[in-house]
C-alpha cells in the first residue's frame, strides 16, 4: 500500500502504482481510492492487512500515527523522524556524537561557550533544509536564532506538527566528509538492499540546501559495497523488516560513516528517487513492491562515464505562493548543457516549481547550477487596474 500525497505524484511512482495494482490511500481525504471506506475501522483494518507500506510525501505522517500507531513500523518510523530519539539510539554506536535537545526558548539561553563548533542547529522534527544551520561561533549563533523565527513561522505555516515541529530543536556536532544519500528497503531477512546511491553537492560549507543530488559509475563502483556494508550494521539496533528507508549519511576522512538522518517509509522526495532510473534504469518502488534486487554488477558494467544529476527548482522558503507567480521555464532550461527531463511542478504542490534530471561530463555544469538564483527565474504578475 502507498500512502498518497496526490498534490503531486511523479510520472514513474503513477505507473508502478498502476501497473502493480498497488493500494492507494488518498492522504487528504482518508480514504482507499477506488473503494467506499466510510467507517474508521475500515481504514484501520487495510493498514494492519498491508505488508507493505510506503508513502510519497512525509504529510502522510498524520494518517499514519492516526490508523496504524501501533504498529512496528509506526514506531519505528517516528523513532527515526525524531532526531533526538534518532541520535539517542545510534549512541550506542557513536558514544560520544555531540548533540542536545533545546525549545526555542532554551535557545537563547544555552551557554554558547562551550558548544562543540562547528555545529548544525535543526528542527528535532523536521522536512527538507527548512530550519537548518550550521553555526562556527558564538557570534554566528545570535544571528541565527534572529532568523530561526521567521522561518520556522514560514514553514509552519506548509507542512503539519507530524513534518515540521517549530518547537523543538537539536543541535549537534557537524559532521565532516562527503555526502551521499542512499534509497533502500530492508527485506524479510532484516538485510539492507541498496536502490540508489546519490552524492549531494553544495556551493559552500554554509549551503545546508538539497539543490543537487548526483550519481555515475565511478559512484556507485567506489561506495555502494561499503556503504551498505555500514547500513547493515543498523540491523543490530532495530526491526526493520519491509520499511523502505531514504538515509543521509556522510564518509569521514578515515572512510567512517556516520548518519545524518534517516527519512523512513519513504524515498528521495519530490521525484529525486528516480535519478537512479534515469542514471542505471534501477526503479525503487518496482524493487520495493515486488522485493526484488537489483544486479548491481551488471547495472554497473553497462553504465557510461557521464555524470546524472538532479536538481530542484524552489522558491524562496518564506514567500507565500500563490496563482501570481509566473515561471520563466524556458529561461530556466538554456542554463543546462544537456537536460534528459524537466518536470514542471505545479505552484499548488508547494516550494518546488520545476525538477530537472540532466547529464553532463564533469561537475562544472553543477557549480554552475549551484550558483543559480532561481528566484531570478520566477516573476509577479502584474495588476491590471480598471
Known amino acids: 500500500m502507498i500512502l498518497l500525497d496526490s498534490t503531486y505524484i511523479s510520472p514513474l511512482l503513477s505507473e508502478t502504482l498502476y501497473e502493480k495494482d498497488i493500494v492507494m490511500c488518498d492522504i487528504q481525504r482518508k480514504e482507499i481510492l477506488g473503494q467506499n471506506l466510510v467507517e474508521q475501522h475500515d481504514l484501520e483494518n487495510v493498514f494492519r492487512s498491508e505488508e507493505l507500506i ?17 504498529a512496528n513500523i509506526t514506531k519505528v518510523a517516528n523513532l527515526f523522524k525524531n532526531k533526538v530519539d534518532f541520535r539517542k539510539c545510534l549512541s550506542k554506536i557513536y558514544p560520544h556524537f555531540f548533540f542536545l535537545e533545546a525549545s526555542m526558548r532554551e535557545l537563547h539561553h544555552i551557554d554558547t561557550e562551550i558548544l562543540p563548533y562547528p555545529v548544525i542547529l535543526k528542527p528535532s522534527i523536521g522536512y527538507s533544509s ?7 561561533n558564538k557570534h554566528e549563533y545570535q544571528r541565527v536564532l534572529e532568523n530561526l523565527v521567521s522561518t ?8 503539519s506538527t507530524d513534518v515540521l515541529d517549530t518547537n523543538s530543536f537539536i543541535i549537534e556536532s557537524y559532521i565532516e566528509g562527503q555526502e551521499f544519500a542512499v534509497d533502500l528497503y530492508f527485506d524479510d531477512n532484516n538485510e ?19 539543490r543537487i543530488y548526483y550519481t555515475s559509475k565511478k559512484i556507485l563502483a567506489n561506495y555502494l559495497a561499503p556503504i551498505s556494508a555500514f547500513i547493515a550494521r543498523l540491523n543490530t539496533l532495530f526491526d526493520l523488516r519491509k520499511m523502505p528507508l531514504h538515509i543521509e549519511l556522510r564518509m569521514q576522512s578515515n572512510g567512517e560513516f556516520i548518519p545524518i538522518e534517516i527519512n523512513p517509509l519513504r524515498f528521495a522526495g519530490i521525484g529525486t ?8 534504469g534501477v526503479n525503487p518502488y518496482h524493487h520495493f513492491f515486488e522485493q526484488s534486487k ?21 522558491f524562496d522558503h518564506d514567500l507565500k505562493i500563490d496563482s501570481n507567480f509566473v515561471i520563466l521555464h524556458d529561461q530556466l532550461k ?27 561530463d564533469s561537475l562544472e555544469q553543477n557549480n554552475h547550477i549551484l550558483s543559480l538564483d532561481f528566484m531570478s527565474f520566477v516573476e509577479k504578475k502584474m495588476a491590471i487596474s480598471n
Open 54 to 70: 510506503i508513502m510519497n510525501s512525509e504529510e502522510a505522517f498524520q494518517l499514519l500515527n492516526e490508523f496504524h500507531s501501533q
Open 294 to 314: 537489483p544486479d548491481w554488477p551488471q547495472l554497473i558494467q553497462a553504465m557510461d562515464d557521464k555524470i546524472y544529476n538532479f536538481t530542484c527548482a524552489e
Open 334 to 360: 538554456k542554463q543546462f548543457d544537456h537536460i534528459l527531463e524537466y518536470r514542471h511542478i505545479p505552484l499548488e504542490s508547494g516550494s518546488t516549481f520545476a525538477v530537472i534530471f540532466y547529464s553532463c
Open 192 to 210: 539492507p538492499v541498496l536502490l540508489n546511491v546519490f552524492s549531494r553537492m553544495f556551493k559552500d560549507e554554509k549551503d545546508m540546501s538539497d
Open 152 to 159: 520556522m513561522q514560514s514553514g509552519s505555516e506548509n507542512y
Open 130 to 136: 527548512v530550519g537548518v544551520y550550521r553555526i562556527d
Open 273 to 280: 528517487t528516480e535519478l537512479g532510473y534515469v542514471a542505471y
